[in-house]
C-alpha cells in the first residue's frame, strides 16, 4: 500500500506562483513513477505532469508546459509542483499518484491517488 498527501493549495491571484507538496510513504512507492493530475468542476481529470524517483525523463502536460516544474526531495520522499504564471483556468484540485500502467499521460494507468490540494486562481 502507498500513501500519499498533497498540501501547498490556496487562493492565488492570477500571475502568481503557488508550489504544491506531495509526500510519499508505504510500499516501496518509490520504486513506481508518479504523476500529478488536476480536476476541475464538471471536467475529466487532466494529466499535469509525469515524473521517476529513479531519474529519466519528466513528462508535462500542454496546457502548464513552461510554467510548471517538478522537483524531488529524496530524502524526505516528497515531490514538489512549483507552479508559476498561474491562470484562471489552472483552478482545480491537484492530486498526486502513483502509475503501475503503461501510460504516463492516462488517469487509468495510476493505482494509489492522494485525497487532492485545491488551486483556485482568482483573475
Known amino acids: 500500500q502507498v500513501q500519499l498527501l498533497e498540501s501547498g493549495g490556496g487562493l492565488v491571484q492570477a500571475g502568481g506562483s503557488l508550489r504544491l507538496s506531495c509526500a510519499a510513504s508505504g510500499r516501496a512507492f518509490n520504486s513506481y513513477d508518479m504523476g500529478w493530475f488536476r480536476q476541475a468542476p464538471g471536467k475529466e481529470r487532466e494529466f499535469v505532469a509525469a515524473f521517476s524517483w529513479g531519474g529519466g525523463p519528466t513528462y508535462y502536460g500542454d496546457s502548464v508546459k513552461g510554467r510548471f516544474t517538478i522537483s524531488l526531495d529524496n530524502a524526505k520522499n516528497t515531490v514538489y509542483l512549483q507552479m508559476n504564471s498561474l491562470k484562471a483556468e489552472d483552478t482545480a484540485v491537484y492530486y498526486c499518484?502513483?502509475?503501475?500502467?503503461?501510460?504516463?499521460?492516462?488517469?487509468?494507468?495510476?493505482?494509489?491517488w492522494g485525497q487532492g490540494t485545491q488551486v483556485t486562481v482568482s483573475s
Open positions: 499518484a502513483v502509475r503501475r500502467g503503461s501510460y504516463y499521460y492516462s488517469a487509468g494507468s495510476y493505482d494509489y
